[in-house]
């Protein structure tokens, strides 16, 4: 048996999908939970998302692919999960409003805490708190009514107080007459990786000055000779040795493809006589959470199983084989995801392939090192 709901509020749709709604059973960052019954009176649980929510593409289709889930488990009343609003009911009873929860902490990627094996934890920009509790509603305790609302004005008036006083001081110093400006900008920030608050001239390579985003392998040092490649549409540059070249090629499921190899042995890299693959973004529209990520890694030619993490926003696989011509050949792969703008969701994933013979494996893990240290 379902709790009983609150009363619904002015703005709540009464009714939604040939179900009349009867109450507020709960709240969730990603929308509301209602109790409802249908034309022969039998009561179900209705989850409505907001319509923010529901405007999102990557929204819907999670919905879409969590109802068909359970829906081999359980009965499911109705759904629309395809044009706004977007809703799903199942008969109350049994759990209903905790498995609602359930598709709605999917719709929200907020059902676990962010572990190497799925992340990246954020928040849609729906949603400022998902990883909320999701509390069944009561009824609010009675009180004085009034009293409260003094309280904040009253924190507001003062902070307002202590704002005036903090410019007066700013601006007219102390007794001694010497006068207090503001502090000058800080100096911009280097972008992420670049290990220098200095910009750099033009097309100097920029070498690695820690260890704090080392995917595998060996990294660029003094004594590589090295290219800096400035790529149309990548938001990050990037070395690669002195005999590579890169060039675009689009294909989906990709945004932004470039093509990378070793120049110096021959072209296409066939055979295993020569070291190359892509180096591509993928945009995830609803933020890179789990089944995003696993997307991004499928769209390369490489074993899942053989994807293992090496930070909490980085994946990296390996696997050696035999070419056509029966020569040893050695694949390295890195799935990287990142925010594309500071302060904001991580809603951008990175992919390194690169295949060659086993002599060129260090170089091509110098690459994916290099990119991963000059993304966020």
Known sequence: ????????????PRLIGGFTLLGRLGSHGAG???LGEDHRRTKVVVGVLYPTAAADPGVRARLASAVGGLSEDREVAGSSTTVPPIWVALPSGGGAVQDVLGL?????????????????????HWSTEPHDPLPVHAPPPSGPRGIPVLIPVAAFAALI???????????VGDDSGRTTTAPSPAPSLPAPGSGSVSPSPPDTPKLPSDDRAHVVGPTFGGGDKLHLMKLNGLPFDFNVPDEWGCMRSDKAPFSNRWICLHEGKGFPPTGGTSAG?????????SGCGPAQRETARNAMVISAKDWRPTDPTTQYAEETGANSKNERVVRVAMSHVFASRQGGPVDTAVAVQLTGPPDEKDDMQKIINEIRHHTP
């Open 161 to 171: 107080c202590i704002v005036i006083a903090a410019v007066v001081v700013l601006l």
């Open 1 to 12: 048996m379902e709790p009983n709901p609150e009363p619904l509020q002015l703005a709540d």
């Open 32 to 34: 509301t939970i209602f």
């Open 104 to 124: 709605l902490d999917t719709v929200a990627l907020s059902a676990e805490e962010p572990t190497p094996a799925n992340v990246p934890g954020f928040a849609p």
């Open 277 to 285: 693959g892509l180096v591509a973004l993928q945009p995830c529209p």
